[in-house]
């Protein structure tokens, strides 16, 4: 390697070590509502508790064994962003080598270098804190990863390929086990062992793509059968099974009018989000090169960005219509890889003035897409916060305003811990009937009930079976008694009813609370109720 290629090659690793340092600010930030949710449950998990019996929720065990696992490492908040800063790094670092046997090392540095900048997200809404360590982030690692399997090898011989295809099948199956949906990235994989067989044998048939499948199959079949097992010896496969799927088909049921409106959805939110979101703007462009390119030079391992980037629009829209960011956080690898294997299709086919308009206009675009202005103003704000140039209650007030109509606050929720670890004892439960869990979290307390959010019973979920609905809900309660019950009042508001109006407004459980609590205190959007002295 001469000289300049080896300044050029510092260069472009010291380029994606500074994008990665620049998400290092957002370790001093909150959990978000959902993390705080995961978080809860892998405290359980610590405990000897099983999701489903002991904690409800409607994710599939993964995000809950990674957040225990996290949380056993690193028992402290920080570990939302710091698993998330990871998780970015070994992404970023597999599309470096995913570039690289696409097509140049080039393209994977450009692919990692856009995916890190684009990515980061301080680019989002309160600095990122609803989308660092949701679910997304652990299927886009385990499918990048699991597609580096497929591409990495050359070599033609039997035990080789088989051990590739079984380990990349584990790895989506352990994409699965934290998001159902995630069955969809089977796509990518099957094009990319396909491309790879052309391309070492001349040729497929449909023998040896069976195969194949048969072979991913059974590799993702382990992790699920081994989750499977552990909920089956717990006594938890039901209500797992009413969680994470019943629940799931109910809640994305709720947002489309029918299959119509599942396919018009599915069609049109990619360029709807291309418009305010650069990574899905640039990522997008190369998809519809990567479309062109593919027709003219019929080289299938161009297909591989572009089957993850639809298997992620599948995914995304199985989550539903409603259009949560986190839902959008898995497709980035794959527009990333998109743009810049598009970008190196271009680059080599052209002339040195059409590669400055392209360059001009991509970054043209990106620049009225993204919104660097608030990269910059939150990461700066970590910063400031970082080197103790504000107080931690100055700092969280940012985080949705605590006297506000936001339905998330982080400064509320870490008051709101801080009082309930005051006022009670370590053997004291506690119920937070709202969407609050890191209330649970920062305070060390158990809820009263395995309902420890509202939602599923707000709604009527599985009404009328026993241990579900208001009548489960109640029977938890008058069980455990709780010390402090905290009534949420601005939660779901316009989705469904809000927690506080639905207690209060329920006869079975208002009668309950007004007969041993009283309203002690009123703490930003909570109510607190206190047992009443035996």
């Known amino acids: 390697m001469s000289g300049t290629l080896r300044r050029i090659h510092a260069g472009a690793w010291l ?4 994008l990665l340092l620049a998400r290092v600010p957002s370790l001093v930030q909150p959990a978000g509502a959902d993390q705080g949710l995961y978080a809860y449950i892998g405290q359980r998990i610590l405990a000897g508790e099983v999701p489903y019996v002991h904690a409800w929720d409607q994710k599939p065990p993964g995000v809950h064994l990674a957040y225990a696992a996290l949380i056993a490492l690193w028992p402290h908040e920080s570990f939302v962003a710091g698993a998330d800063l990871l998780v970015a790094a070994a992404t970023a670092l597999a599309l470096v080598v995913l570039g690289t046997r696409l097509a140049s090392p080039a393209t994977g540095v450009v692919a990692a270098a856009c995916f890190l900048l684009l990515g980061n997200p301080a680019l989002g809404r309160l600095g990122g804190v609803r989308v660092r360590g949701q679910c997304e982030i652990f299927i886009a690692l385990a499918v990048a990863s699991a597609l580096l399997l497929l591409v ?11 051990g590739r295809l079984v380990g990349a099948g584990v790895l989506l199956g352990i994409a699965i086990i934290f998001k159902y949906n995630a069955a969809a990235y089977a796509l990518p994989l099957l094009v990319a062992t396909a491309a790879m067989r052309v391309e070492r044998a001349g040729g497929i048939t449909a023998a040896s793509l069976a195969g194949d499948a048969a072979r991913l199959a059974a590799g993702a079949a382990v992790p699920i059968l081994i989750v499977a097992a552990w909920l089956w010896t717990a006594g938890a496969l039901d209500a797992a099974y009413r969680a994470t799927i019943l629940y799931n088909l109910h809640y994305s049921g709720e947002t489309y009018g029918g299959p119509a409106s599942t396919v018009v959805y599915l069609l049109t939110f990619p360029i709807r ?6 990574l899905w703007f640039l990522g997008g462009a190369g998809c519809a090169v990567l479309t062109a390119a593919v027709a003219w030079t019929r080289r299938l391992e161009m297909l591989v960005p572009l089957t993850w980037t639809a298997a992620a629009c599948l995914a995304i829209a199985i989550n539903g219509s409603r259009g949560l960011p986190q839902y959008f956080v898995q497709a980035g690898p794959p527009l990333a890889l998109a743009a810049a294997l598009a970008g190196t299709w271009i680059w080599t086919r052209t002339s040195p003035v059409v590669r ?9 675009g990106v620049m ?5 202005p608030k990269l910059v103003d939150y ?7 970082m080197r103790g140039a504000m107080s931690r209650t100055e700092y969280l007030s940012r985080f949705g305003g605590a006297d506000s109509d936001a ?11 801080d009082v309930v670890r005051r006022a009670t004892s370590e053997d004291d439960r506690v119920l937070i009937f709202g969407f609050s869990p890191w209330g649970y979290v920062g305070s060390g307390r158990v ?10 019973v707000i709604i009527g979920f599985e009404e009328g079976r026993p241990t579900y609905g208001v009548a489960g809900l109640l029977e938890e309660l008058e069980r455990a008694r709780p010390r402090l019950v905290v009534l949420q009042e601005r939660d779901w508001d316009p989705d469904v009813v809000n927690s506080a109006d639905f207690f209060l407004g329920e006869p079975r459980l208002s009668g309950w609370l007004e007969r041993q609590y009283t309203l002690t205190d009123r703490l930003h959007n909570f109510q607190i109720w206190t047992r009443e002295a035996d």
């Open 447 to 456: 809820s009263a009930s395995r309902f420890f959010w509202s939602r599923p």
């Open 15 to 18: 380029l994606l070590l500074l």
């Open 273 to 278: 989000h291309a418009r305010v979101d650069g």
């Open 152 to 162: 990495r090898g050359r070599e033609n011989r039997t035990p080789a390929r088989t």
């Open 407 to 417: 339905k998330y606050s982080a400064l509320a929720v870490a008051r709101l811990a």
């Open 368 to 372: 009225r897409v993204a919104n660097f």
């Open 356 to 364: 400055l308009l392209v360059v001009a206009a991509a970054v043209v």
């Open 379 to 385: 990461t700066l704000y970590d910063v400031a916060h």
